[in-house]
Every structure is written in structure tokens, then in C-alpha cells.
């Protein structure tokens, strides 16, 4: 597609219930990225892909967050055993080119609103 | 804790008027990312600011880069209504990680 097609738009979970988001890149993007938008607007890096390949992961937590780019699916973003905190946006963005210098533009979805009750 | 610090929070003014966005770092940037984003969408971007100094015009946006690469600012002139939507610069940390600052909402109203 020629967007970045993320899924749900809103998703509600329980305090210790899983939550799954997906994105669909923009075809022919080779690189995923996901973010966390927390209140006041504050950006976090979570992951990127390279296709399939974990590319950077130093902004995921340690446990409960994992994630997934596999052939001919979309990527995932899945959270187990939520908690309150982990309510935000979840973006994805994908992008054709990267470089260690400059990054190229980011193209981002819509975001996914996770409200952890 | 924000790397990226932009001022001011909250900017409302009225059609036709100018403002001023800033975004301050004590981190250099190889690059520095300005983007609007409005209510129930992603971020867009607007321009890439590159070079120490360097100076880009989109319409009537103007965008400054700092001689340090450290600050950046965001120069709207006759602003109006569709300019309104949050203002977010995002430092480059190289591989496609930005550093986001918390951005500034700029309300236009005619």
C-alpha cells in the first residue's frame, strides 16, 4: 500500500491482559520502526526492522514487550500481562532508506490508542 | 527525561500573525526533523535540517539550524487556520532513532 496501515485503531485491555497492534509497511519500505506517545506528547523508540531482522531494539523494555516482522505478514507490536502505564499511541513508521547519518523520511501510520484499564 | 526541549508548550494566535517555534538541545544532531501532526494522526514531515546554519523555506515556513547543530527554530509568517496541529522537532540519533521533543500546539484561529 502506499500508506503505513496500523490496526486497531483503538484497542482496551484489562490490567494483565495481552494487547496486539499491527502495521503494514508501505510496500517496498525495507524498515519498520515502532514508537510509544505517551501523555504530553513524548516520543519513545521502541524497535526497527530491517525486513524481518530485528535491526535495534534498545528502546524495548526488557520484559512483557516483543515484537515481530515475519514475510507476507504484517508487523506486530504484542504486550503481555499489561499495565497502566503501557497505555498510549503506538506508532509504527516505516521508511525506504537508512543510513547511520542522516535519516531518510519516516512515514507514519495512523497509531494505535491502547488504554489499559 | 526530554533531550529535545521546545518552547513555548502552547502557542494561540490569530490569523495572520507570525510565530515562533524553538527546539533546544545540549546534544549535537548529524540532522534535525521538524514534524506537524494533527489529532488522530501520525507525524508528517516537514523538513530535514542538515547542515550547521542552514536555512529552509517551505511556503511560508522558515527553519533555522543552529551553528552547533544544537537548536533549531520554526518561523511561520501570516499564519493560518490549517497551520494549527502539533509542532514536534525530533533529533536525529542516526538509523532512524529520533529523539522527539515534546512538542508545541499551535492554535490558529480566523
Known amino acids: 500500500g502506499e500508506e503505513v496501515a496500523q490496526t486497531p485503531k483503538h484497542l482496551v485491555r484489562g490490567e494483565g491482559q495481552k494487547a496486539k497492534l499491527y502495521c503494514a509497511p508501505i510496500k517496498g519500505h525495507s524498515y519498520v520502526f515502532w514508537y510509544q506517545q505517551v501523555l504530553k506528547n513524548e516520543f519513545k523508540f521502541l524497535i526497527s526492522?530491517?525486513?524481518?531482522?530485528?535491526?535495534?531494539e534498545t528502546g524495548m523494555p526488557k520484559e512483557r514487550f516483543s515484537a515481530k516482522c515475519l514475510p507476507n505478514s504484517p508487523c506486530s507490536l504484542e504486550i503481555q500481562a499489561t499495565k497502566l502505564e503501557d497505555s498510549a499511541v503506538y506508532f509504527c513508521a516505516s521508511s525506504q532508506f537508512l543510513t547511520s547519518g542522516t535519516t531518510g523520511e519516516l512515514f507514519f501510520g495512523e497509531g494505535s490508542r491502547l488504554t489499559v484499564l | 527525561t526530554q533531550l529535545l526541549e521546545q518552547s513555548p508548550q502552547f502557542l494561540s494566535i490569530q490569523e495572520g500573525e507570525n510565530l515562533t517555534v524553538y527546539c533546544n538541545s545540549s546534544s549535537v544532531f548529524s540532522s534535525l526533523q521538524w514534524y506537524r501532526q494533527e489529532p488522530g494522526e501520525g507525524p508528517v514531515l516537514l523538513v530535514t535540517v542538515v547542515t550547521g546554519g542552514e536555512v529552509k523555506k517551505l511556503k511560508r515556513l522558515t527553519f533555522q539550524f543552529g551553528d552547533a547543530r544544537k537548536d533549531s527554530s520554526l518561523h511561520i509568517t501570516a499564519a493560518q487556520p490549517g497551520d494549527t496541529g502539533l509542532y514536534l522537532c525530533a533529533g536525529d540519533g542516526g538509523w532512524g532513532k529520533l529523539q522527539f521533543g515534546a512538542g508545541t500546539q499551535v492554535v490558529v484561529t480566523p
Open positions: 526492522f530491517q525486513n524481518e531482522n530485528v535491526f535495534d
